[in-house]
């Protein structure tokens, strides 16, 4: 292919991805280009460096692929021209840098988008480069921090037969893969937001996840902070499988029967969970974060026949 401008290249991406998805707002030369792109049912502002994969030029191109600074979403062209993958990366740790860098990606994960969907890499210099297929830049753009691991997107991707399918594939794989990314975002800042402490418990020392109390699925979610509770891996679980609740008023945490049956039983395990819980939720320090009651109503509202249990 010929050299071409850098604009070009966005361009050639909102053509395929079409209007719905993304288009450029002022083409800049692509230095960068400032576009708006929609993730989920939102629009946002991006502003676009992209540039074109190309050979490794190092005697490896057998194996490797290529693309340079300071383009941090590289493009790899098919046959016809149509765009086959993307290469996206954390633009944050190259920002105010002016020297040339170059990224070589393995081709053998560059061959795999086209099926898999998603495909994560980790360079030699310890950068976290994603491998994507076109449609799926909506759920690159949502990405909280690009340097994080997210092997869950590859899964989720993956099951939702985007590869070889049909176009409503692309959609299904879209949303589930965006519903990832918001959870992950969302329960970074909940953890933070209550020191890293499991809120029934008081379990730190890294074993904390932040959990939406009105699911992420259901309509109108919100991924406020008010919206969610910091909880250790056991605890999450329940609450998860509907084996906690916790009273909207007074915020009292009260468990399945089952479990409590399992505990005055002998089983150690159920025993352990309940008798570390709090009596109340623990609350965040900023007051602003604290859970709000009418999201825990939402949520039983919302999951109605699987606390039954808890009428």
């Known amino acids: 292919m010929a050299a071409r401008a850098r604009a070009d290249y966005v361009q050639d991406l909102a053509n395929q991805l079409g209007g719905d998805l993304l288009s450029v707002v002022d083409g800049r030369g692509g230095w960068p280009s400032l576009c708006k ?80 969907g998603w495909v994560e890499h980790v360079s030699s210099r310890g950068e976290r480069i994603h491998l994507f297929r076109p449609e799926l830049l909506p759920v690159f753009a949502g990405i909280e921090d690009p340097s994080a691991p997210m092997p869950e997107l590859e899964e989720i991707v993956e099951a939702s037969g985007l590869g070889g399918g049909p176009e409503e594939a692309e959609e299904r794989a879209r949303r589930a893969a965006l519903r990832a990314v918001r959870r992950s975002g969302f329960g970074r800042r909940v953890v933070d ?12 020392e890294g074993l904390v996840e932040g959990a939406h109390i009105y699911p992420v699925q259901a309509p109108g979610s919100v991924d406020e902070l008010w919206n969610g509770i910091a909880l250790c891996a056991n605890h999450h679980r329940a609450f998860d499988l509907h084996r906690v609740f916790v009273a909207p008023a007074d915020l009292r945490v009260h468990f399945h029967p089952d479990l409590v049956r399992a505990a005055e039983t002998g089983g150690a395990a159920c025993k352990a969970l309940i008798a570390t819980a709090r009596v109340k ?17 939402k949520r039983y509202e919302y999951f109605a026949e699987s606390y039954s249990w808890a009428a």
């Not at 937001?193 to 730190?204: F, K, N, P, S």
């Open 37 to 116: 792109i929609r993730v989920g049912e939102k629009w946002e502002n991006v502003a676009l460096h992209v540039g074109r994969i190309g050979l490794s030029k190092r005697g490896r191109d057998d194996v490797e692929r290529r693309f340079q600074n300071p383009l941090l979403i590289g493009v790899l062209y098919g046959d016809g021209g149509k765009i086959n993958a993307i290469a996206g990366m954390d633009a944050v740790p190259r920002l105010g840098k002016s020297t040339r860098f170059s990224l070589f990606l393995p081709l053998e994960g560059l061959q795999k988008v086209p099926l898999a």
């Open 193 to 204: 937001a209550y020191g890293g402490v499991c809120a029934m418990c008081g379990l730190d």
């Open 281 to 297: 939720l623990a609350l965040p320090a900023a007051k602003s974060a604290a859970p709000k009651p009418d999201m825990f109503a």
